[in-house]
């Protein structure tokens, strides 16, 4: 059983960044990694890849062969790569008894939420190679800094998550440049547990530009409420706590923590539902208050919408 991590993301959401920052901390905490680029596009990686997609096929050859831009260029490549997936799993299979893997994915969304060759990818490689691998999908946070963006992140996490079907982390990154784009209408935690909707569609009506979108943004925010199912953690890469925490969910989602423990079904119980959450919730305090500035106003802010 060897476990392993999907990043998944929009452009410039920092997951090459994430997967360089990961396999350090990962080492330094003692397991060996291995990082496999599937991003065609990524000629200038950071990290030391154990398997490179441009080995099989590259993006800007691609585009000039087929004519096709960035796009299409990227969907043919993920369509060749499912087409070629034994040449994946042979490049695999050396790995499995000591690695822990970190695949990184392009950043064109449509690959996760529309298309299907990504997604049969991974669970060809799931089912062939008895992978347990985490979803973890990047969100730049300073889309909190707009709502508009922010329901939209939202919205792309919720299709992510339903058609992938994997266990599934939504990650706000960058947390340490939040205040850069501008203050938050509400505190930290209204964005990463996606509390009541109906303050953020107060925060649109009051911009020209989304109010003649009141009734869809409304339907909107009450799809994400009606499936209960997104939610999002923090992330600085550059601080080993903020990965730590990270770290801590993503091997619950995936059952690394039970690798090795010989237990009964009530002590994996235990486990699985261990003070995770309240560390989680100790957590979003402590971000709030080491990136964000303390402001009298968010509570004010929030105190006056709810009048």
């Given at each position: 059983m060897v476990f392993g991590q999907v990043v998944i993301g929009p452009p410039g959401s920092g997951k090459t960044t994430y997967c360089n920052?990961?396999?350090?901390?990962?080492?330094l905490i003692g397991r060996k990694v291995a990082v496999i680029n599937l991003d065609p596009a990524n000629d200038?990686?950071?990290?030391?890849?154990?398997v490179n997609i441009e080995d099989l096929i590259k993006l800007s050859?691609?585009?000039v062969e087929h004519s096709l831009g960035p796009n299409g260029g990227l969907v043919y490549c993920m369509d060749y790569l499912m087409k070629n997936i034994d040449w994946l799993e042979s490049r695999l299979k050396p790995l499995l008894k000591e690695h822990y893997l970190l695949f990184d994915f392009p950043g064109q969304v449509e690959l996760f939420f529309l298309h299907e060759n990504a997604k049969n990818m991974i669970m060809e490689l799931i089912k062939k190679l008895d992978l347990?691998?985490?979803?973890?999908?990047l969100v730049d946070a300073h889309l909190c800094s707009d709502p508009g963006k922010y329901v939209s992140a939202l919205l792309l996490s919720l299709s992510t998550m339903l058609h992938l079907e994997l266990?599934?982390?939504n990650v706000l990154s960058k947390i340490d440049l939040i205040e850069s784009y501008g203050k938050l209408a509400f505190n930290l935690d209204f964005y990463t547990d996606v509390q009541d909707l109906s303050y953020l569609q107060n925060a649109l009506s009051q911009d020209p530009r989304s109010a003649?979108?009141?009734k869809l943004t409304k339907e909107l925010c009450e799809v994400i409420e009606d499936y209960g199912l997104v939610n999002f953690t923090t992330l600085d890469i550059q601080d080993k706590e903020s990965v730590g925490n990270l770290v801590?969910?993503?091997d619950k989602s995936n059952g690394y923590i039970f690798a090795g423990i010989d237990a009964s079904a009530v002590g994996f119980s235990k486990i699985a539902v261990g003070p995770l959450t309240l560390t989680f919730q100790l957590t979003v305090a402590a971000v709030q208050e080491k990136y964000i500035k303390d402001d009298?106003?968010?509570?004010?802010t929030r105190n006056s919408d709810t009048k």
């Open positions: 920052g990961m396999s350090q901390f990962l080492q200038a990686l950071p990290y030391e890849c154990a050859d691609v585009m347990r691998l985490t979803a973890v999908h266990p599934h982390v003649k979108y009141r801590k969910l993503i009298e106003d968010f509570d004010m």
